[in-house]
């Protein structure tokens, strides 16, 4: 009882030590902090919210790129302003944007230097305590202690992971280490005390290049480095090793990189299935968010064996059809952003492979980007009596050279055993 004792006070201490830290760290840093506001000008009123800390003396001020977002879009429907500690509101403006990190640097006008945030000069060490600043659901800013547990393995761009609620409302609030000095950056939640933050040098960067040139157009700066992300995404996929696997009588790809996750299903247990059917999916579990109705940087890849032991040719027919209805782009957007799909549809076997596919390869383009496509890619393989092997990926905003790339190695990767 006494050992039990002695944790519990042991516990207890500690809270009210972090506590009393988090309020201290909160009481120094509160006059840098925002709420970032995206003001519809027809109404008037508040379109969304998020978090903001000042980074500069001179007024500069880092958040999300999502929580600005609909003014980068739409920059003459919205307007963003701050609301700072003291109630005080003010027009910002947006100064440059890195999409793919979700970060965005955005002024106020100041009259004199005002205080701002330190960026670290390096990362926590795992299992550091940091504190996270937010405004969640509009209820007021606030700290949440939490604890750095080093970079996201599964994600293509680098993510920390957080144990600490970032809730809605603290997106674009800064994460401290004890010396308040910024190692990350609120950017979203997997809720159970998961969080996920941009590291700070993603930041630093940022506000390298602000510094060292003056920004270009908002619509010129997404353009550069959308293409540059699908380059280097896809430039990694190829030049990794696709390591091919069973599936019923099949092989498939698989792509050997942390960021991509398969999984797989099958029926096998239903002994009463007029068609036994093996499904595999692999996938980039991350995207790139540009506007609520837009998200691209998606990869999917997804194969189905099929085999029907006691049906004719038409139900077998019938039946994997009805698979074929279910596939479609693995991203989403809306008609203001995309054209429609164009499809061609042949007959292929692919190079050194022992299979005959009915092939459908489509592609739409995006209408403020230029060069940029989604792809979706459909094969159903003709050359086996009550078997089938169905091949599809989907690609989402890639080049047409990223395209064609990444479509000749899948098809040369999906054979038969």
């Not at 247990?269 to 991350?286: G, I």
């Not at 809306?334 to 164009?342: A, L, M, Y």
Request: hydrophobic share 40%.
């Amino acid at each position: 009882m006494k050992a039990l004792l002695s944790i519990l006070l042991v516990g207890l201490s500690s809270f009210v030590c972090a506590t009393e830290q988090a309020e201290a760290i909160f009481k120094q840093l509160a006059p840098s902090l925002y709420q970032i506001r995206i003001i519809d000008k027809a109404s008037g009123e508040k379109s969304s919210i998020g978090s903001g800390f000042q980074i500069s003396a001179d007024g500069l001020i880092a958040t999300n790129y999502h929580v600005i977002s609909s003014y980068a879009r739409h920059p003459k429907k919205y307007r963003i302003e701050y609301l700072d500690n003291k109630g005080n509101r003010a027009e910002l403006t947006l100064q440059n944007i890195d999409v793919i990190n979700d970060l965005a640097i955005v002024k106020r006008d100041v009259e004199q230097p005002m205080a701002f945030f330190d960026i670290s000069d390096a990362p926590p060490k795992k299992g550091e305590e940091i504190f996270s600043l937010g405004n969640p659901h509009d209820l007021g800013m606030i700290v949440v202690p939490g604890t750095y547990n080093g970079l996201k393995k599964e994600s293509f761009s680098d993510r920390i992971h957080f144990t600490g609620s970032v809730n809605s409302g603290m997106s674009g609030g800064p994460v401290v280490n004890k010396a308040t000095k910024v190692v990350g950056i609120n950017v979203a939640t997997s809720g159970n005390q998961i969080g996920f933050l941009v590291p700070h040098d993603k930041l630093q960067i940022l506000l390298d290049k602000h510094n060292q040139q003056a920004p270009d157009a908002i619509a010129q700066q997404m353009q550069e480095q959308l293409n540059n992300y699908q380059e280097q995404l896809i430039t990694t996929l190829l030049n990794s090793p696709w390591q091919l696997k069973n599936l019923g009588e099949g092989l498939v790809p698989t792509i050997d990189v942390p960021f991509i996750r398969c999984w797989g299903e099958s029926n096998a247990d239903k002994k009463d299935a007029l068609m036994s059917m093996a499904v595999a999916n692999c996938s980039l579990e991350e995207n790139v968010f540009i506007a609520n109705n837009f998200y691209t940087g998606s990869v999917e890849m997804e194969f189905r064996y099929l085999h029907a032991r006691k049906l004719s040719d038409i139900k077998f027919y019938q039946l994997f059809q009805r698979q074929i209805a279910r596939v479609m782009p693995g991203n989403k957007a809306g008609k203001e952003d995309i054209t429609e799909f164009e499809c061609q549809h042949d007959i292929v076997m692919p190079t050194n492979q022992q299979i005959n596919n009915k092939a459908i390869f489509c592609t739409r383009a995006y209408k403020k980007f230029t060069n940029l496509y989604d792809v979706l890619y459909l094969a159903i393989s003709v050359d086996h009596h009550q078997q089938a092997l169905i091949s599809h990926f989907t690609l989402a905003g890639v080049s047409q050279s990223s395209a064609q790339g990444f479509t000749k190695q899948f098809m040369e990767s999906v054979t038969w055993k």
